[in-house]
């Protein structure tokens, strides 16, 4: 007998349809559908039979996804903005920890942009100036203010 039972009668070793080894019952997946409550084949090789269809099959399973997404594009939106209203806060909290975690990457990029788009980016700047005028005016204002304040 391949498989070995312990006194109270459960099992502790199974072995793999698939590859055909004696391993420890932990190393397969639980299954209730299952007689004896765990899958046929090893968690390794069900790892192993999953990645292979993948690759085979990349492509399908690519133009399938893209379909799936231009299909349902409007159902999307509306779930991906709910999700947005219900979890604002982690949401927020992740973005701040990415951008704490990231932060010199992020100067860095920025920095290399505006080195690659100096015209633009300057006339971008000019027209928000021309834009706020009255917005840079009171936050100036404010600082003068607090800065006297201060002193």
Not at 43 to 64: F, H, N
Not at 73 to 89: A, D, L, Q, S
Request: some cysteine; aromatic content about 10%; hydrophobic content about 20%.
């Amino acid at each position: 007998m391949l498989e070995r039972e312990t006194k109270a009668g459960k099992m502790i070793f199974r072995v793999c349809s698939k590859c055909g080894e004696r391993k420890l019952i932990f190393r397969f997946s639980v299954d209730k559908r299952n007689k004896r409550g765990r899958t046929k084949i090893c968690k390794i090789c069900q790892s192993r039979e999953s990645l292979r269809r993948y690759y085979e099959d990349k492509d399908r399973v690519r133009i399938g996804g893209q379909i799936y997404r231009d299909s349902h594009k409007e159902n999307r939106r509306i779930y991906n903005e709910r999700y947005r209203e219900t979890h604002k806060e982690s949401l927020e909290m992740r973005a701040k920890k990415w951008y704490k975690k990231n932060k010199k990457r992020i100067k860095k990029r920025s920095l290399k942009y505006y080195e690659e788009h100096k015209e633009t980016c300057q006339a971008i700047r000019e027209l928000w100036r021309e834009k706020n005028k009255e917005k840079i005016k009171k936050y100036n204002r404010e600082y003068r203010r607090a800065k006297v304040s201060l002193k």
